[in-house]
């Protein structure tokens, strides 16, 4: 009798097992080429998903950058006329000279006023600010330069030329015009600091060389960087190739004829825009940091 029961047990797993077992056609089987095709497969979905996000992120960048432009101009219009008549002859490259500014043009200096006036700022695009030989203005920072040496050159009155008013005496610049300047730069130097933050952030790494970048990028970039050279001293941008210039003394710091200008409040030319103490600090220190790099 147990060995009639046992016998109905085995019978009853086998059937079971039978009835379990997978179709041979469902079973897959995983190779080195399947697994590879699979890593492919996800890898290529987040980079396509990373290209995605870089998409959405440039159209918001574009949409606010947009805006930005759109509001600026659309302020500019109160000021416009007050900025053609006293501004546009040296800093509009559509402003066409009188007769006696165009002929031999080698020693004219009206000729040369609004060649060197164009260099510094060209608003004839009204917004961004242009600036004739300097390349990638489209950015936060740049504009920010700008606007900030537009309302210097106002509080200081060095704006007009002297020679220019010595000629045109009503068309210096008045309190009035100041205080235009000023309303129509502040909200837009506002609105592209924040648009910085979002979109053009840097990411401080804690080094002197970061620092640096700022101080120069706020202060000094205008005249020396993004394609700009004056006075023969351009690529500030390119901080590996600053720091091995003829400007930079990583054996002697404070022998370095860029800290030296800046010390002395030779640059930047405008009082307003000189090196605190602590960014003197900070250039020096990060022209130590690079000669421990080297």
């Known amino acids: 009798m147990l060995e009639l029961t046992m016998y109905k047990y085995l019978i009853l797993l086998l059937l079971v097992s039978c009835l379990e077992r997978p179709n041979s056609s469902d079973v897959t089987f995983s190779t080195p080429d399947s697994r590879r095709v699979e890593r492919e497969a996800r890898q290529a979905e987040r980079e396509l998903q990373?290209?995605?996000?870089?998409?959405?992120?440039?159209?918001?960048?574009?949409?606010?950058?947009n805006k930005i432009v759109l509001d600026a101009k659309e302020s500019f219009q109160p000021i416009k006329p007050m900025m053609s008549k006293k501004c546009f002859d040296c800093h509009d490259k559509n402003r066409r000279l009188p007769l006696y500014g165009r002929i031999f043009r080698?020693?004219?200096p009206v000729y040369k006023h609004q060649v060197d006036g164009l260099k510094g700022f060209d608003f004839s695009e009204e917004f961004p600010i242009r600036a004739n030989g300097a390349e990638n203005t489209d950015n936060a920072s740049s504009q920010i330069a700008f606007l900030k040496a537009l309302k210097n050159s106002a509080l200081d009155r060095n704006m007009p030329l002297p020679s220019y008013k010595l000629i045109y005496r009503s068309r210096k610049i008045f309190n009035r015009d100041e205080a235009?300047?000023?309303?129509?730069?502040?909200?837009?130097?506002?609105?592209?600091s924040e648009f910085k933050k979002v979109y053009e952030a840097d990411l401080d790494d804690g080094s002197m060389r970061y620092q640096a970048r700022k101080i120069f990028e706020a202060k000094c970039f205008r005249c020396h960087a993004n394609g700009k050279n004056r006075g023969g001293f351009g690529e500030m941008e390119d901080m590996d190739k600053l720091a091995t210039s003829k400007y930079i003394n990583l054996e002697n710091y404070e022998d370095s004829e860029l800290y030296k200008q800046v010390l002395s409040g030779e640059m930047p030319t405008n009082i307003r825009e000189r090196l605190t103490e602590e960014e003197l600090g900070h250039v020096l220190e990060w022209i130590r940091e690079e000669s421990a790099s080297q």
Not at 180 to 192: G, Q, S, V, Y
């Open 180 to 192: 235009a300047i000023m309303a129509w730069a502040d909200p837009i130097i506002e609105n592209l």
């Open 50 to 65: 990373i290209e995605r996000e870089r998409a959405i992120f440039q159209g918001k960048k574009d949409e606010a950058w």
């Open 106 to 108: 080698r020693i004219n």
